[in-house]
């Protein structure tokens, strides 16, 4: 969850640590602040609320150094405040340190601290940690650092430093991301790329259990019990301007607008020279694939309903039986696992701490795991059997837009390249299926060329305080994801249900104030929604619906209509997911929302 941010080189680093902090602001922005060592000892600014806070603070303050390390956050332990943000520092103020994960046992740490005469200044299970690294430290603050997590249980990603060595940064990580940045003169410890992208492209991911020491001039990695570590150093592939506005009011508005060439950059690279289908990192053996009878997908929140499309397709295309869980369930219901279930674990950052162990789990029970990441060189990428990546870019937002489309694109690319692989599809239908898939970022273009309609519709209902999205078959899975956004950015209460279960308890809910908006293209389930439309406008609720360009017979019944391209059955969740994207983007706006850091939540969750 939390953005971490470290820096030691020869530049100032109050301004390095706020620039990094701005690109990691989509993961926690409950407050914020700032250590750094002035040449005489640590000094700190802490914030409650966003980096705006911290920023104007910033330009009263006038400590600078060289070093130094910064935080947003995401409070899990105690509330937000600037008692509770981060950094800490032990008793003496010679230790600052920064956490995103959760001690699971600090409790007994805190009481055994309390009762050794420690003081603790807030109500965090962060703390604990500045505190046992001061009872460790003996001039060395990397041995004292390996000696203090070998105590802890539970998610950490740390970053530290101590006024006994003020040119020495020392970070660690297990379950929660740290990514080294090797910049000419300098180095970086980030929870993510962009923290220091801007500097320098050379990256080194760290592994569950490394701990590095980081000075002006190198770097070293070992583990927590000593033993040396050799981690590769990668270029990375990430455009740092993708990671800025572009003039666009909003990262949201931005990341919508990105989709036909987040979808077009997904596909890319996906054929050989005979207009075969190629995924380059699957990794898992053409015969192992063909003894699989099961799929089971696995995912949290958006990439959950990407997941959902995924079974769809599977059973439609490859008759090959698929199921789905979210994978915060998927760990504890003992599924029935092994060599012929093939598990995808859906998930934007790599990270998703639910996701992981759900791969963990499978992985150990014999089964083979491939996943649809969009983040190069994360822990899930390195934990499963196979990759296929969802070339969206970053994406700053924290409702996934761009990424949900993306993910889309690599569960019909997974449904292709099974039944390629396993004679359930014949080469032909491969070939054209690409074909369309290829054509589909028209297709967006044009969802994406006229929203007025989309922005009128949003006007008229924005006040209401509650929605029913409907969908049937691959198209409730977007109802779901349509109701999600809604929910997320405009805090509006909103359920996304299987029009057929309508009648089943949810009409009893429909009034003239209670909207619902109905997923209705030409399909074969047209005229079952058409019926739905029928029963809503029969009890009086408003009747909205989003159909295939050029239907005259539902606008007799809806009261609005959002059209979309003409396009096959399979591919209807593309083309309807940015409208009701835009649909709840400017619901939103205009409640006063902030689109881009809606409240409580955050972008990478690596938190149980």
Request: net charge negative; aromatic share 8%; with cysteine.
């Amino acid at each position: 969850m939390c953005g971490i941010i470290g820096y030691v080189g020869p530049r100032e680093a109050v301004g390095v640590l706020l620039e990094g902090l701005r690109r990691l602001e989509y993961r926690g922005y409950d407050s914020a602040g700032v250590a750094l060592y002035d040449g005489s000892g640590i000094r700190t600014l802490k914030t409650e609320g966003n980096l705006d806070h911290l920023e104007k603070a910033l330009a009263r303050f006038s400590a600078r150094g060289n070093i130094g390390i910064g935080h947003t956050r995401w409070a899990t332990h105690g509330r937000p405040s600037e008692r509770n943000a981060h950094p800490h520092l032990d008793c003496k103020e010679e230790i600052a340190v920064v956490h995103n994960g959760i001690i699971e046992n600090f409790r007994e740490l805190k009481g055994g601290l309390l009762a050794r005469g420690h003081i603790f200044r807030s109500e965090t299970d962060s703390e604990v940690l500045a505190h046992l690294i001061e009872e460790n430290l003996h001039g060395d603050l990397f041995a004292a650092v390996q000696a203090s997590l070998r105590q802890v249980k539970g998610a950490f990603a740390l970053v530290c430093f101590s006024a006994q060595e003020p040119g020495i940064m020392v970070g660690a990580r297990m379950e929660s991301p740290l990514v080294l940045g090797v910049g000419e003169g300098e180095m970086f410890l980030g929870s993510a790329v962009p923290a220091f992208l801007k500097s320098t492209s050379r990256a080194v991911f760290l592994e569950n259990g490394d701990v590095v020491r980081v000075a002006q001039e190198g770097y070293l990695i070992k583990t927590l019990e000593g033993e040396d570590v050799q981690r590769e150093e990668v270029e990375l592939p990430l455009d740092i301007d993708a990671a800025e506005k572009g003039g666009y009011p909003d990262f949201m508005l931005k990341e919508i607008l990105e989709q036909p060439v987040a979808w077009g950059d997904t596909l890319r690279g996906a054929r050989d020279a005979a207009g075969a289908l190629v995924l380059p990192d699957f990794n898992i053996p053409e015969e192992e694939l063909r003894g699989v009878r099961r799929v089971s997908f696995v995912a949290c929140g958006t990439a959950y309903h990407a997941g959902l499309i995924g079974r769809y397709i599977l059973e439609s295309w490859m008759r090959l039986p698929a199921e789905i869980d979210i994978a915060s369930e998927f760990r504890y219901r003992e599924p029935k696992l092994g060599p012929e279930t093939l598990v995808v674990a859906i998930s934007q950052s790599g990270e998703t701490a639910d996701t992981l162990a759900a791969v963990r789990g499978a992985r150990a029970a014999g089964a083979r795991v491939v996943c649809i990441v969009n983040t190069v060189g994360s822990l899930m990428t390195r934990e499963s059997d196979g990759v296929i990546y969802t070339h969206a870019g970053p994406e700053i937002g924290v409702a996934a837009t761009k990424t949900f489309l993306a993910q889309i694109a690599g569960v019909y690319l997974l449904g292709l390249y099974l039944g390629q692989v396993c004679g359930g599809l014949d080469g032909a239908f491969v070939r054209k299926t690409l074909n369309t898939l290829e054509a589909i970022p028209a297709l967006l273009e044009e969802v994406l060329h006229d929203t007025a309609c989309i922005e009128e519709c949003a006007k008229r209902y924005y006040q209401s305080e509650d929605f029913l999205f409907l969908g049937r078959n691959i198209n409730y899975p977007v109802a779901m994801e349509g109701a999600l956004k809604l929910k997320e950015i405009s805090y509006v209460h909103a359920e996304g249900y299987p029009a057929g279960e309508m009648k089943h308890g949810p009409i009893a809910l429909l009034h003239p104030g209670f909207p619902v908006l109905v997923l209705a293209p030409r399909d074969r389930v047209y005229d079952k929604m058409l019926s739905n439309l029928q029963e809503i406008k029969a009890r009086g609720a408003p009747a909205l619906a989003v159909a295939t360009r050029g239907d005259e017979e539902i606008a007799e019944v809806a009261d609005q209509v959002l059209y979309v391209p003409e396009t096959e059955a399979a591919f209807y969740p593309v083309v309807i997911s940015p409208v009701l994207q835009l649909f709840a983007y400017y619901i939103a706006k205009l409640r006063g929302c902030n689109v881009d850091q809606p409240r409580n939540l955050a972008k990478t969750v690596t938190v149980e």
